[in-house]
């Protein structure tokens, strides 16, 4: 759900920082998307310190990379590290731009499904103020949606997808596995 990061600060030093760390975060990007994700994280990681040097801990662009870091740790089986990240981006998205949110919150849903608390994915998913969310397909083009737009899983009810063709997807893809029906 990541895509290329690009950043404006009004400070030159600090931004000069951001952008360096904007294009190591893109080719730590272009890395996952071909499968390496070891090289990947540790582009990501000095994106994080790069960034932590230049802005604070809040800033909507340690957001990102802590959502891309949270995204690449889940297609890497690391799910406590994954968790760790996303809870920190949801908690700086949710002042910023409402898709960055919703994707961090859907991500975190992500991460409680794998863990087989699939109420906690869907307590997460739901969390939203705006009740703003995307579908649970990682290949939905990015768009947000009200609630009451997206389907839920007729089996478990903890993921939500924007239609039949989605859900369908994804199920191959991903929700199949951790896909329990709901005692």
């Given at each position: 759900m990541?895509?290329?990061?690009t950043h404006l600060h009004s400070d030159p030093a600090s931004g000069m920082t951001i952008s360096q760390a904007a294009t190591?975060?893109?080719?730590?990007?272009?890395l996952s998307k071909q499968g390496h994700y070891a090289s990947a994280e540790s582009l990501y990681l000095q994106a994080l310190h790069l960034k932590l040097s230049a802005v604070s801990e809040?800033?909507?662009?340690?957001a990102t990379t802590r959502n891309?870091?949270?995204e690449l740790y889940l297609k890497m089986g690391k799910i406590t590290e994954a968790e760790e990240q996303l809870k920190k981006a949801?908690?700086?998205r949710m002042n910023g731009p409402a898709f960055d949110?919703?994707?961090s919150v859907e991500n975190l849903g992500q991460v409680h499904e794998v863990q087989g608390d699939l109420e906690e994915a869907r307590r997460v998913r739901l969390s939203h103020p705006a009740d703003i969310m995307v579908c649970g397909n990682n290949d939905c083009p990015g768009e947000t949606f009200d609630?009451?737009?997206?389907?839920a899983c007729s089996g478990c009810k903890s993921a939500f997808y924007?239609?039949?063709a989605c859900q369908a997807k994804d199920w191959c893809a991903r929700h199949k596995t951790f896909c329990k029906k709901r005692a």
């Amino acid at each position: 759900m990541s895509g290329l990061i690009t950043h404006l600060h009004s400070d030159p030093a600090s931004g000069m920082t951001i952008s360096q760390a904007a294009t190591i975060s893109n080719q730590a990007l272009s890395l996952s998307k071909q499968g390496h994700y070891a090289s990947a994280e540790s582009l990501y990681l000095q994106a994080l310190h790069l960034k932590l040097s230049a802005v604070s801990e809040n800033d909507l662009t340690i957001a990102t990379t802590r959502n891309a870091l949270g995204e690449l740790y889940l297609k890497m089986g690391k799910i406590t590290e994954a968790e760790e990240q996303l809870k920190k981006a949801v908690s700086i998205r949710m002042n910023g731009p409402a898709f960055d949110a919703a994707v961090s919150v859907e991500n975190l849903g992500q991460v409680h499904e794998v863990q087989g608390d699939l109420e906690e994915a869907r307590r997460v998913r739901l969390s939203h103020p705006a009740d703003i969310m995307v579908c649970g397909n990682n290949d939905c083009p990015g768009e947000t949606f009200d609630q009451s737009q997206l389907l839920a899983c007729s089996g478990c009810k903890s993921a939500f997808y924007c239609g039949r063709a989605c859900q369908a997807k994804d199920w191959c893809a991903r929700h199949k596995t951790f896909c329990k029906k709901r005692a």
